[in-house]
């Protein structure tokens, strides 16, 4: 990687001009796992989710940030299957409405809750049930 030197305070300017930005676009100041979904063919995961009204929707402490609706915050003590059951909802909604399967962007780590019948695989895709109709 090659980078290029130029005035620092321009650099500083540019780094807070999207500093800036991202506060008034993002959740800052709230624990987050980043984008939650990955971007669909020609859309955006993000108006999909705000289009079903999502934004604010929560389970436990983990609630769809109404800063941006593809990232899911932590409001105090959410735990894995709090998200991962908001995250279920939130894609039988657009999926009902769309046509759309949201994919997860984000990575899930270890068993989930009761050892290898609670893993998120298990949890995401319902224990073997697929889509939820009608979503929870």
Known sequence: MVLDSGDSQTILSTMRHF???????????HAN???????????????????????SWHVGDAMVSPAHANFIVNMGQATARDVLT?????????????????RPEIRWIGPGEGGTEGTWENLWYGEGAGLQEPCE
């Not at 020609?42 to 009204?53: K, P, T």
């Open 86 to 102: 908001l995250m279920r909802r939130i894609r039988c909604h657009v999926f009902q409405r769309f046509r759309v399967l949201l």
């Open 33 to 55: 796992a980043g984008s939650v979904f990955k971007n669909p063919q020609s859309d955006f995961a993000g108006r999909l989710i705000e289009a079903v009204g999502a934004k």
């Open 19 to 29: 500093m800036n930005y991202r506060k008034t676009t993002q959740p800052v100041g």
